[in-house]
C-alpha cells in the first residue's frame, strides 16, 4: 500500500529564515512522482514542485528546494528567505507508476506560520 | 499557474437530495480528478476521468456518485442522493498529461444538512 506521512503537524518561524518540512513515503513502485502544494488561508491549492524518482538532482524552483533521500524514503521541502505571506498549510503527495494510476495520495499536512 | 475553476464555492442542501458541482478544467488538460477534503485533514482521492470514462476511483467514490464531461462543458460531480457524510469540499483538479502534476481549483463547499 501507499502511504505518505507527514510527522511536523505545525512549524511557526521568523521571516526571512529557512524552513525545512518533513515527509516520509511508502511504496513498492519502482518509479513514482513526489509534489509539494500549499493550500492557503482562503482554501485555494497551488502546486509548488515536483520530484521524479529517477532523478537523482534534487528540484528547485524560486525559494523552494527539496531535500529527496531515495533510501529513506524522504522528500523535505526547503523554503529559504521565507514571507509573511509563505503562511499556510502544506501537503506532500506521491503519485506512483504502476496499473495506470494517476491518483495522488497526499500527507496529512503542516501548518507553517511566519511571522515578522 | 494554470487555472481551474469551480462552481458553485459552496452549496447547502438537504439530504437525500442530488447535487450537482462544476468544474471547468484548464483548457488543453486531458485528465480531469475529484478529491475530497473533510475539514482539517487531508485530501482523499475520489476519481479520474480520461476521453469520457472513469479511469480509477476509490472506495469513496461511492455508487451515488457519478461523473461525466459532456463535450466542451463542465466535467462534473453529481450526488444522488446525498447524505450526511458527504459534507465536505471537494476539489477539482486537471492535468495536461497522466505523470505530471494536477492543477486544483478553489473547491466546492459541500454542506448537506
Known amino acids: 500500500a501507499q502511504k505518505v506521512t507527514q510527522t511536523q503537524t505545525s512549524i511557526s518561524v521568523m521571516e526571512k529564515t529557512t524552513v525545512t518540512m518533513d515527509c516520509v513515503y511508502e511504496t513498492q513502485d519502482s518509479s513514482y512522482f513526489l509534489f509539494w502544494y500549499k493550500q492557503t488561508a482562503s482554501g485555494e491549492i497551488v502546486f509548488l514542485i515536483r520530484q521524479d524518482s529517477y532523478k537523482k538532482e534534487n528540484a528547485t524552483v524560486g525559494h523552494y528546494s527539496l531535500n529527496f533521500q531515495k533510501p529513506k524514503s524522504s522528500i523535505g521541502l526547503i523554503i529559504t528567505a521565507t514571507q509573511i505571506e509563505d503562511s499556510a498549510v502544506y501537503f506532500c503527495?506521491?503519485?506512483?507508476?504502476?496499473?495506470?494510476?494517476?491518483?495522488?495520495?497526499f500527507g496529512e499536512g503542516t501548518k507553517l506560520t511566519v511571522s515578522s | 499557474g494554470p487555472k481551474v475553476l469551480q462552481i458553485p464555492s459552496h452549496q447547502i442542501i438537504d439530504m437525500g437530495q442530488m447535487v450537482t458541482l462544476n468544474c471547468d478544467p484548464v483548457s488543453n488538460h486531458l485528465y480531469f480528478y475529484w478529491y475530497k477534503q473533510i475539514l482539517g485533514q487531508q485530501m482523499e482521492f475520489l476519481v479520474n476521468?480520461?476521453?469520457?470514462?472513469?479511469?480509477?476511483k476509490s472506495k469513496l467514490f461511492k455508487d451515488q456518485f457519478s461523473v461525466e464531461r459532456p463535450d466542451g462543458s463542465y466535467f462534473t460531480l453529481k450526488i444522488q442522493p446525498t447524505a450526511l457524510e458527504d459534507s465536505a469540499v471537494y476539489f477539482c483538479?486537471?492535468?495536461?498529461?497522466?505523470?505530471?502534476?494536477?492543477?486544483f481549483g478553489p473547491g466546492t463547499r459541500l454542506t448537506v444538512l
Open positions: 483538479a486537471s492535468s495536461r498529461d497522466w505523470g505530471v502534476e494536477q492543477y
Open positions: 476521468f480520461y476521453n469520457g470514462k472513469v479511469m480509477e
Open positions: 503527495a506521491m503519485r506512483g507508476n504502476q496499473g495506470g494510476s494517476a491518483k495522488l495520495i
